[in-house]
């Protein structure tokens, strides 16, 4: 009778454990979730692209013959688009923009939404050349398919590839630059 006690208490304190251990790596990683991605448009968010860099400038500082490049796209006249059709059409926008960018980039591109209708692409293993033909197709991609509610979204796109020993900040400053 002891043993028998034992082996249901025993067993029912392990499913209560594994169930807990469960549940909070499941919530762990919904945090994860919520701390690196925006929650419109479901791409990674400044955070997360704050982090990549880091990554990238460490990865290249290690192996020297790497390349990376950023494009920072700009939705052009987007605030007009929201001040005259609303905020509503405005969001759907940026949910189709950022579906149509992401169906475009390869596996090991990213996009991350920058500030309201700024984004960056961060391209690994690509070149100045490669980032700008890479710009041009997603700007043609974007002024062929982006239409809502008679509205034709164009962007404007800014290119810059990493210069060793440069920062985070100055690359993308130098993407902000190519922009305009």
């Not at 880091?54 to 460490?58: F, N, P, V, W």
């Not at 440069?166 to 690359?171: A, G, I, K, L, P």
């Given at each position: 009778l002891a043993m028998a006690q034992f082996l249901i208490t025993s067993s029912s304190t392990l499913m209560f454990c594994f169930a807990f251990s469960y549940r909070m790596r499941q919530q762990k990683k919904e945090l994860n979730n919520l701390a690196t991605h925006d929650p419109l448009t479901g791409v990674a968010n400044r955070r997360a692209l704050e982090e990549t860099l880091?990554?990238?400038?460490?990865r290249i500082t290690r192996h020297?013959?790497?390349q990376?490049?950023?494009?920072?796209i700009d939705l052009d006249k987007f605030k007009s688009i929201n001040d005259e059709h609303g905020h509503a059409t405005g969001d759907a926008l940026l949910?189709?923009?950022a579906d149509t960018v992401r169906q475009r980039l390869r596996a090991s591109d990213g996009i991350y939404r920058y500030g309201g209708e700024e984004f960056v692409v961060v391209a690994e293993n690509t070149s100045l050349d490669?980032?700008?033909i890479l710009a041009e197709s997603l700007r043609l991609a974007v002024q062929e398919n982006m239409?809502?509610?008679g509205l034709k979204l164009t962007i404007s796109v800014g290119v810059a590839e990493y210069i060793a020993g440069?920062?985070?900040?100055?690359?993308l400053e130098r993407a902000d630059m190519a922009l305009y």
């Open positions: 880091l990554s990238i400038i460490e020297p013959n790497q990376a490049s950023l494009l920072m949910v189709h923009f490669e980032a700008g239409q809502h509610e440069e920062s985070s900040y100055r690359w």
